[in-house]
C-alpha cells in the first residue's frame, strides 16, 4: 500500500512495485491519477486497487483502511512542503498542511495498518523523510519541523513494532524533482524550476528504487535509515551547481 500514490515518488513506486509483483494498494486524493494509475498498472499485467481518501482526515482514513485483510508493506510516502519564509512571516495555513499531512497523516495510516501486519506475523513500513529531517535550513522551520518529527517517529516505530517482525525504514532524500517545490510554491513553476538550476535533482523514480531495494532484502535485514542525494548535492547548504 502507497499512500500519496498520484504523483512523484509514489506513483513512480506503485509503478516499480507492481513491476516486481506486488499488488498494489495505491491511495491518495486525486481519482482522476489514481484511475490512470491503475490503468497503467493493469495493462501491464499487474494488479491495483485504489483508495480516495485524505489521510489528513482520520474517518476518511479508517473507513477506507479498516476492511483491508492484509498489507505486507505499507509506503508512508503522502507529504509536502508548503511555503518557503521565516517563521514570522510564515502562513499558518501552510504549517498545519504541512504538520496534519507528513506528521499526523502517517500516524492515522500506521495506526490503522500496524495492527493487521501484527496479526499477520511481520510486514515493513518504509516512511518517506528527508534531509531536511536531520539538517535544518533557513526559510523551512516547520517543514523541517514536521520531517524531524518523522525521522524520530520512524525510530521509535522500529523499537515499538520490533517484537511483532515489523521491520520499519526510513527513506530520506535530497534535492528530488517531482511536484514538490510546485506545491511549495503554490503552483509557481519558475520558481519551482529555479530550485534545481544548474543540478540533476534525482527523479521519483530513483526513490522507487531504493524502496524497492530494501523491500526485498531477505526477512532477516532491515535497513533502518536510507539518505539519498543528487550528486551535485552534499547537504542542505552543499550543493555544486553547474551554470
Same mark, same amino acid.
Given at each position: 500500500?502507497?499512500?500519496?500514490?498520484? =504523483?512523484?515518488?509514489?506513483?513512480?513506486?506503485?509503478?516499480?512495485?507492481?513491476?516486481?509483483?506486488?499488488?498494489?494498494?495505491? +491511495?491518495?486524493?486525486?481519482?482522476?491519477?489514481?484511475?490512470?494509475?491503475?490503468?497503467?498498472?493493469?495493462?501491464?499485467?499487474?494488479?491495483?486497487?485504489?483508495?480516495?481518501?485524505?489521510?489528513?482526515?482520520?474517518?476518511? /482514513?479508517?473507513?477506507?483502511?479498516? #476492511?483491508?485483510?492484509?498489507?505486507?508493506?505499507?509506503?508512508?510516502?503522502? %507529504?509536502?512542503?508548503?511555503?518557503? *519564509?521565516?517563521?514570522?512571516?510564515?502562513?499558518?495555513?501552510?504549517?498545519?498542511?504541512?504538520?496534519?499531512?507528513?506528521?499526523?497523516?502517517?500516524?492515522?495510516?500506521?495506526? /490503522?495498518?500496524?495492527?493487521?501486519?501484527?496479526? +499477520?506475523?511481520?510486514?515493513?513500513? /518504509?516512511?518517506?523523510? =528527508?534531509?531536511?529531517?536531520?539538517?535544518?535550513? *533557513?526559510?523551512?522551520?516547520?517543514?523541517?519541523? =514536521?520531517?524531524?518529527?518523522?525521522? %524520530?517517529?520512524?525510530?521509535?516505530?522500529? +523499537?515499538?513494532?520490533?517484537?511483532?517482525?515489523?521491520?520499519?525504514?526510513?527513506?530520506?532524500?535530497?534535492?528530488?524533482?517531482?511536484?514538490?517545490?510546485?506545491?511549495?510554491?503554490?503552483?509557481?513553476?519558475?520558481?519551482?524550476?529555479?530550485?534545481?538550476?544548474?543540478?540533476? #535533482?534525482?527523479?521519483?523514480?530513483?526513490? +522507487?528504487?531504493?524502496?524497492?531495494?530494501?523491500?526485498?532484502?531477505?526477512?532477516?535485514?532491515?535497513?533502518?535509515?536510507? /539518505?539519498?542525494?543528487?550528486?551535485?548535492?552534499?547537504? =542542505?547548504?552543499?550543493?555544486?551547481?553547474?551554470?
Amino acid at each position: 500500500m502507497i499512500t500519496g500514490a498520484t =504523483s512523484g515518488i509514489g506513483r513512480a513506486t506503485a509503478l516499480r512495485l507492481a513491476a516486481a509483483g506486488y499488488e498494489i494498494v495505491a +491511495a491518495g486524493r486525486r481519482e482522476e491519477r489514481l484511475a490512470q494509475l491503475r490503468h497503467e498498472i493493469e495493462q501491464a499485467g499487474g494488479r491495483c486497487t485504489t483508495l480516495r481518501f485524505d489521510v489528513r482526515r482520520e474517518e476518511e /482514513v479508517r473507513r477506507c483502511l479498516e #476492511p483491508l485483510d492484509r498489507v505486507d508493506l505499507l509506503v508512508n510516502n503522502a %507529504g509536502l512542503a508548503a511555503g518557503l *519564509e521565516h517563521i514570522d512571516r510564515g502562513d499558518t495555513r501552510d504549517w498545519d498542511a504541512m504538520i496534519d499531512t507528513n506528521v499526523k497523516g502517517l500516524l492515522y495510516v500506521t495506526r /490503522v495498518v500496524a495492527p493487521k501486519m501484527a496479526a +499477520a506475523g511481520g510486514g515493513h513500513i /518504509v516512511n518517506i523523510g =528527508s534531509i531536511a529531517g536531520t539538517e535544518p535550513y *533557513e526559510n523551512g522551520a516547520v517543514y523541517c519541523a =514536521s520531517k524531524h518529527a518523522v525521522h %524520530g517517529l520512524t525510530q521509535a516505530m522500529r +523499537a515499538d513494532l520490533l517484537a511483532d517482525g515489523i521491520r520499519v525504514t526510513e527513506i530520506r532524500p535530497g534535492m528530488v524533482d517531482t511536484e514538490f517545490s510546485t506545491v511549495r510554491f503554490h503552483g509557481d513553476r519558475d520558481r519551482a524550476d529555479r530550485v534545481y538550476e544548474g543540478i540533476e #535533482p534525482l527523479s521519483g523514480a530513483d526513490i +522507487a528504487e531504493a524502496i524497492a531495494w530494501v523491500a526485498q532484502l531477505p526477512a532477516r535485514m532491515n535497513v533502518n535509515d536510507l /539518505v539519498l542525494m543528487p550528486a551535485q548535492q552534499a547537504g =542542505s547548504y552543499y550543493t555544486h551547481r553547474k551554470l
